[in-house]
């Protein structure tokens, strides 16, 4: 009896539904090496930003049995485009792209958030579900208003699984700034990314 109790339990959990499909994510940290993005008054890069938002975003996504690739691991490091693109979907997986930015403005007191997507690419109606999600969000956790749009950015361009750039406030405002440097503030903003992809399967 024992024997078969297990038997039809692991035939539950193995039975395939969307849930147990592997889920890996693409990490793109903005920028880097010679190109630092952004920069605040205060000498912030924009690229050293992103990288530690990555970093905790790929520490929240391995704790959610998130399978992830980091298109950039170390400041120093330059990527051109095409290096940073080009992801394809890979059987056995259900593949997601987030490449992280903040944003810049000749007014430091400038704030807000801006989710790209192109609804031309492939499975371009994931990333808008994406984009609206984490927009919403985004607005909940740092209270700066969202915008989102359509756009031509090359990597989003040349990626064919649901892609998503997210600006999560201003490289050039110092309150963005520290807010984006502070561990929890960076948690709270990964595990957003993290929920909505799980929720958001296709
Ligand atoms: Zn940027």
Same mark, same amino acid.
């Given at each position: 009896?024992?024997?078969?109790?297990?038997?039809?339990?692991?035939?539950?959990?193995?039975?395939?539904?969307?849930?147990?499909?592997?889920?890996?994510?693409?990490?793109?940290?903005?920028?880097?090496?010679?190109?630092? @993005?952004? %920069?605040?008054? $205060? #000498?912030? =890069?924009?690229?050293?930003?992103? *990288?530690? +938002?990555?970093?905790?975003?790929?520490?929240?996504?391995?704790?959610?049995?998130?399978?992830?690739?980091?298109?950039?691991?170390?400041?120093?490091?330059?990527?051109?485009?095409?290096?940073?693109? @080009?992801? %394809?979907?890979? $059987? #056995?997986? =259900?593949?997601?792209?987030?490449? *992280?930015? +903040?944003?810049?403005?000749?007014?430091?007191?400038?704030?807000?958030?801006?989710?790209?997507?192109?609804?031309?690419?492939?499975?371009?109606?994931?990333?808008?579900?994406?984009?609206?999600?984490?927009?919403?969000?985004?607005?909940?956790?740092?209270?700066?208003?969202?915008?989102?749009?359509?756009?031509?950015?090359?990597?989003?361009?040349?990626?064919?699984?649901?892609?998503?750039?997210?600006?999560?406030?201003?490289?050039?405002?110092?309150?963005?700034?520290?807010?984006?440097?502070?561990?929890?503030?960076?948690?709270?903003?990964?595990?957003?990314?993290?929920?909505?992809?799980?929720?958001?399967?296709?």
């Amino acid at each position: 009896m024992k024997k078969l109790i297990t038997a039809v339990l692991s035939i539950l959990l193995l039975s395939g539904n969307a849930y147990s499909q592997k889920i890996k994510l693409i990490i793109d940290a903005g920028h880097g090496g010679k190109d630092p @993005g952004a %920069k605040s008054k $205060a #000498g912030d =890069k924009e690229s050293d930003l992103t *990288l530690m +938002m990555a970093e905790t975003l790929q520490k929240i996504a391995q704790e959610n049995n998130i399978e992830t690739v980091m298109t950039r691991t170390k400041k120093d490091q330059t990527l051109t485009h095409e290096q940073r693109s @080009g992801y %394809k979907p890979e $059987a #056995g997986y =259900k593949a997601y792209y987030i490449s *992280l930015h +903040m944003d810049k403005d000749k007014n430091a007191s400038t704030r807000g958030n801006k989710l790209y997507y192109n609804t031309k690419a492939v499975n371009s109606g994931v990333s808008v579900k994406l984009a609206d999600r984490i927009s919403s969000g985004l607005e909940r956790i740092n209270g700066n208003k969202s915008k989102k749009e359509d756009s031509e950015a090359i990597i989003l361009k040349r990626n064919t699984i649901p892609s998503v750039m997210v600006y999560y406030g201003y490289a050039t405002n110092l309150q963005d700034v520290k807010m984006a440097k502070d561990p929890a503030y960076q948690r709270e903003i990964s595990m957003l990314i993290i929920r909505t992809i799980l929720e958001t399967r296709y």
